[in-house]
């Protein structure tokens, strides 16, 4: 087999993958928080046979994910809270391990816990949930504290809990399946009391629908010249094979 038909095959095959990668972000794009997969190939030689290595391929990978904040909308939700400028809320992954959001669209549990859009528990500087008692009014404060008011008494507020909010570098989070972040070794991050938060609003998320549709387009016009290539590979060869029966 032609090393260029096993290069145009593999080609077909990255630009699926890249595919992927695109309609994953564009169906997060109205996620909150939602950080943008990076799509990025890699070449690769053929490896195999004798001779000169004459052919090379593409091989596509996520690298990491686009860390540029998104754009705050106003919710006016006491329980809607985004990031101003870097920094991360700490919650509690589903393997219990601690990870890292920009998403600050938090609900109480029926349990009386704060929680996530996912219902992961949102983490406080202790590194423990953060409980709500029923009947307050919960106010997030920029300083990441959060103040409560019973329902009975509006006069005297009761400080609750304070939000873990984290600042590592970019180069030491690595996404993770579920769209969280989490350290490179598996740490935890401290506590960043320099992180700001913005209270009754939300991040959006970082996604451009229209720049995502223009990559997935080309990436479609690439599968088809790909598949171009494999069947002018096969021409050539059913070519080769005529002439070959001549001599």
């Known amino acids: 087999m032609d090393r260029a038909l096993y290069i145009a095959g593999t080609g077909a095959r990255e630009l699926m993958r890249r595919q992927d990668v695109q309609a994953s972000n564009l169906a997060n794009a109205l996620t909150p928080g939602f950080r943008a997969e990076i799509a990025a190939q890699r070449t690769a030689p053929v490896v195999g046979g004798a001779g000169m290595p004459t052919r090379a391929y593409a091989v596509e990978s996520t690298p990491g994910a686009d860390l540029t904040p998104g754009a705050l909308m106003a919710t006016g939700r006491p329980l809607d809270v985004a990031v101003q400028g870097s920094g991360w809320f700490a919650v509690r992954a589903a393997g219990g391990e601690e990870a890292y959001t920009r998403a600050g669209n938090f609900a109480v549990s029926p349990d009386g816990m704060l929680v996530d859009h996912a219902g992961r528990p949102v983490l ?51 996404r993770g399946g579920d769209g969280l972040f989490r350290l490179a070794g598996g740490a935890a991050a401290p506590a960043d009391p320099g992180v700001r938060v913005a209270p009754g609003m939300l991040e959006s998320s970082n996604v451009s629908a229209v720049e995502t549709m223009v990559t997935m387009i080309s990436a479609a016009r690439h599968f088809d010249l790909q598949v171009q290539m494999m069947q002018n590979t096969e021409q050539n060869q059913r070519a080769a094979d005529q002439l070959l029966s001549l001599s």
């Not at 990441?144 to 590592?168: C, E, F, H, M, Y």
């Open 124 to 174: 406080g500087v202790d590194g423990a949930p953060i409980a709500i008692p029923p009947d307050a009014s919960v106010d997030v404060n920029p300083d990441g504290s959060i103040s409560s008011v019973a329902a009975n008494d509006r006069v005297t507020a009761l400080v609750l809990g304070q939000l873990k909010l984290v600042d590592p570098a970019p180069g030491q989070l690595v």
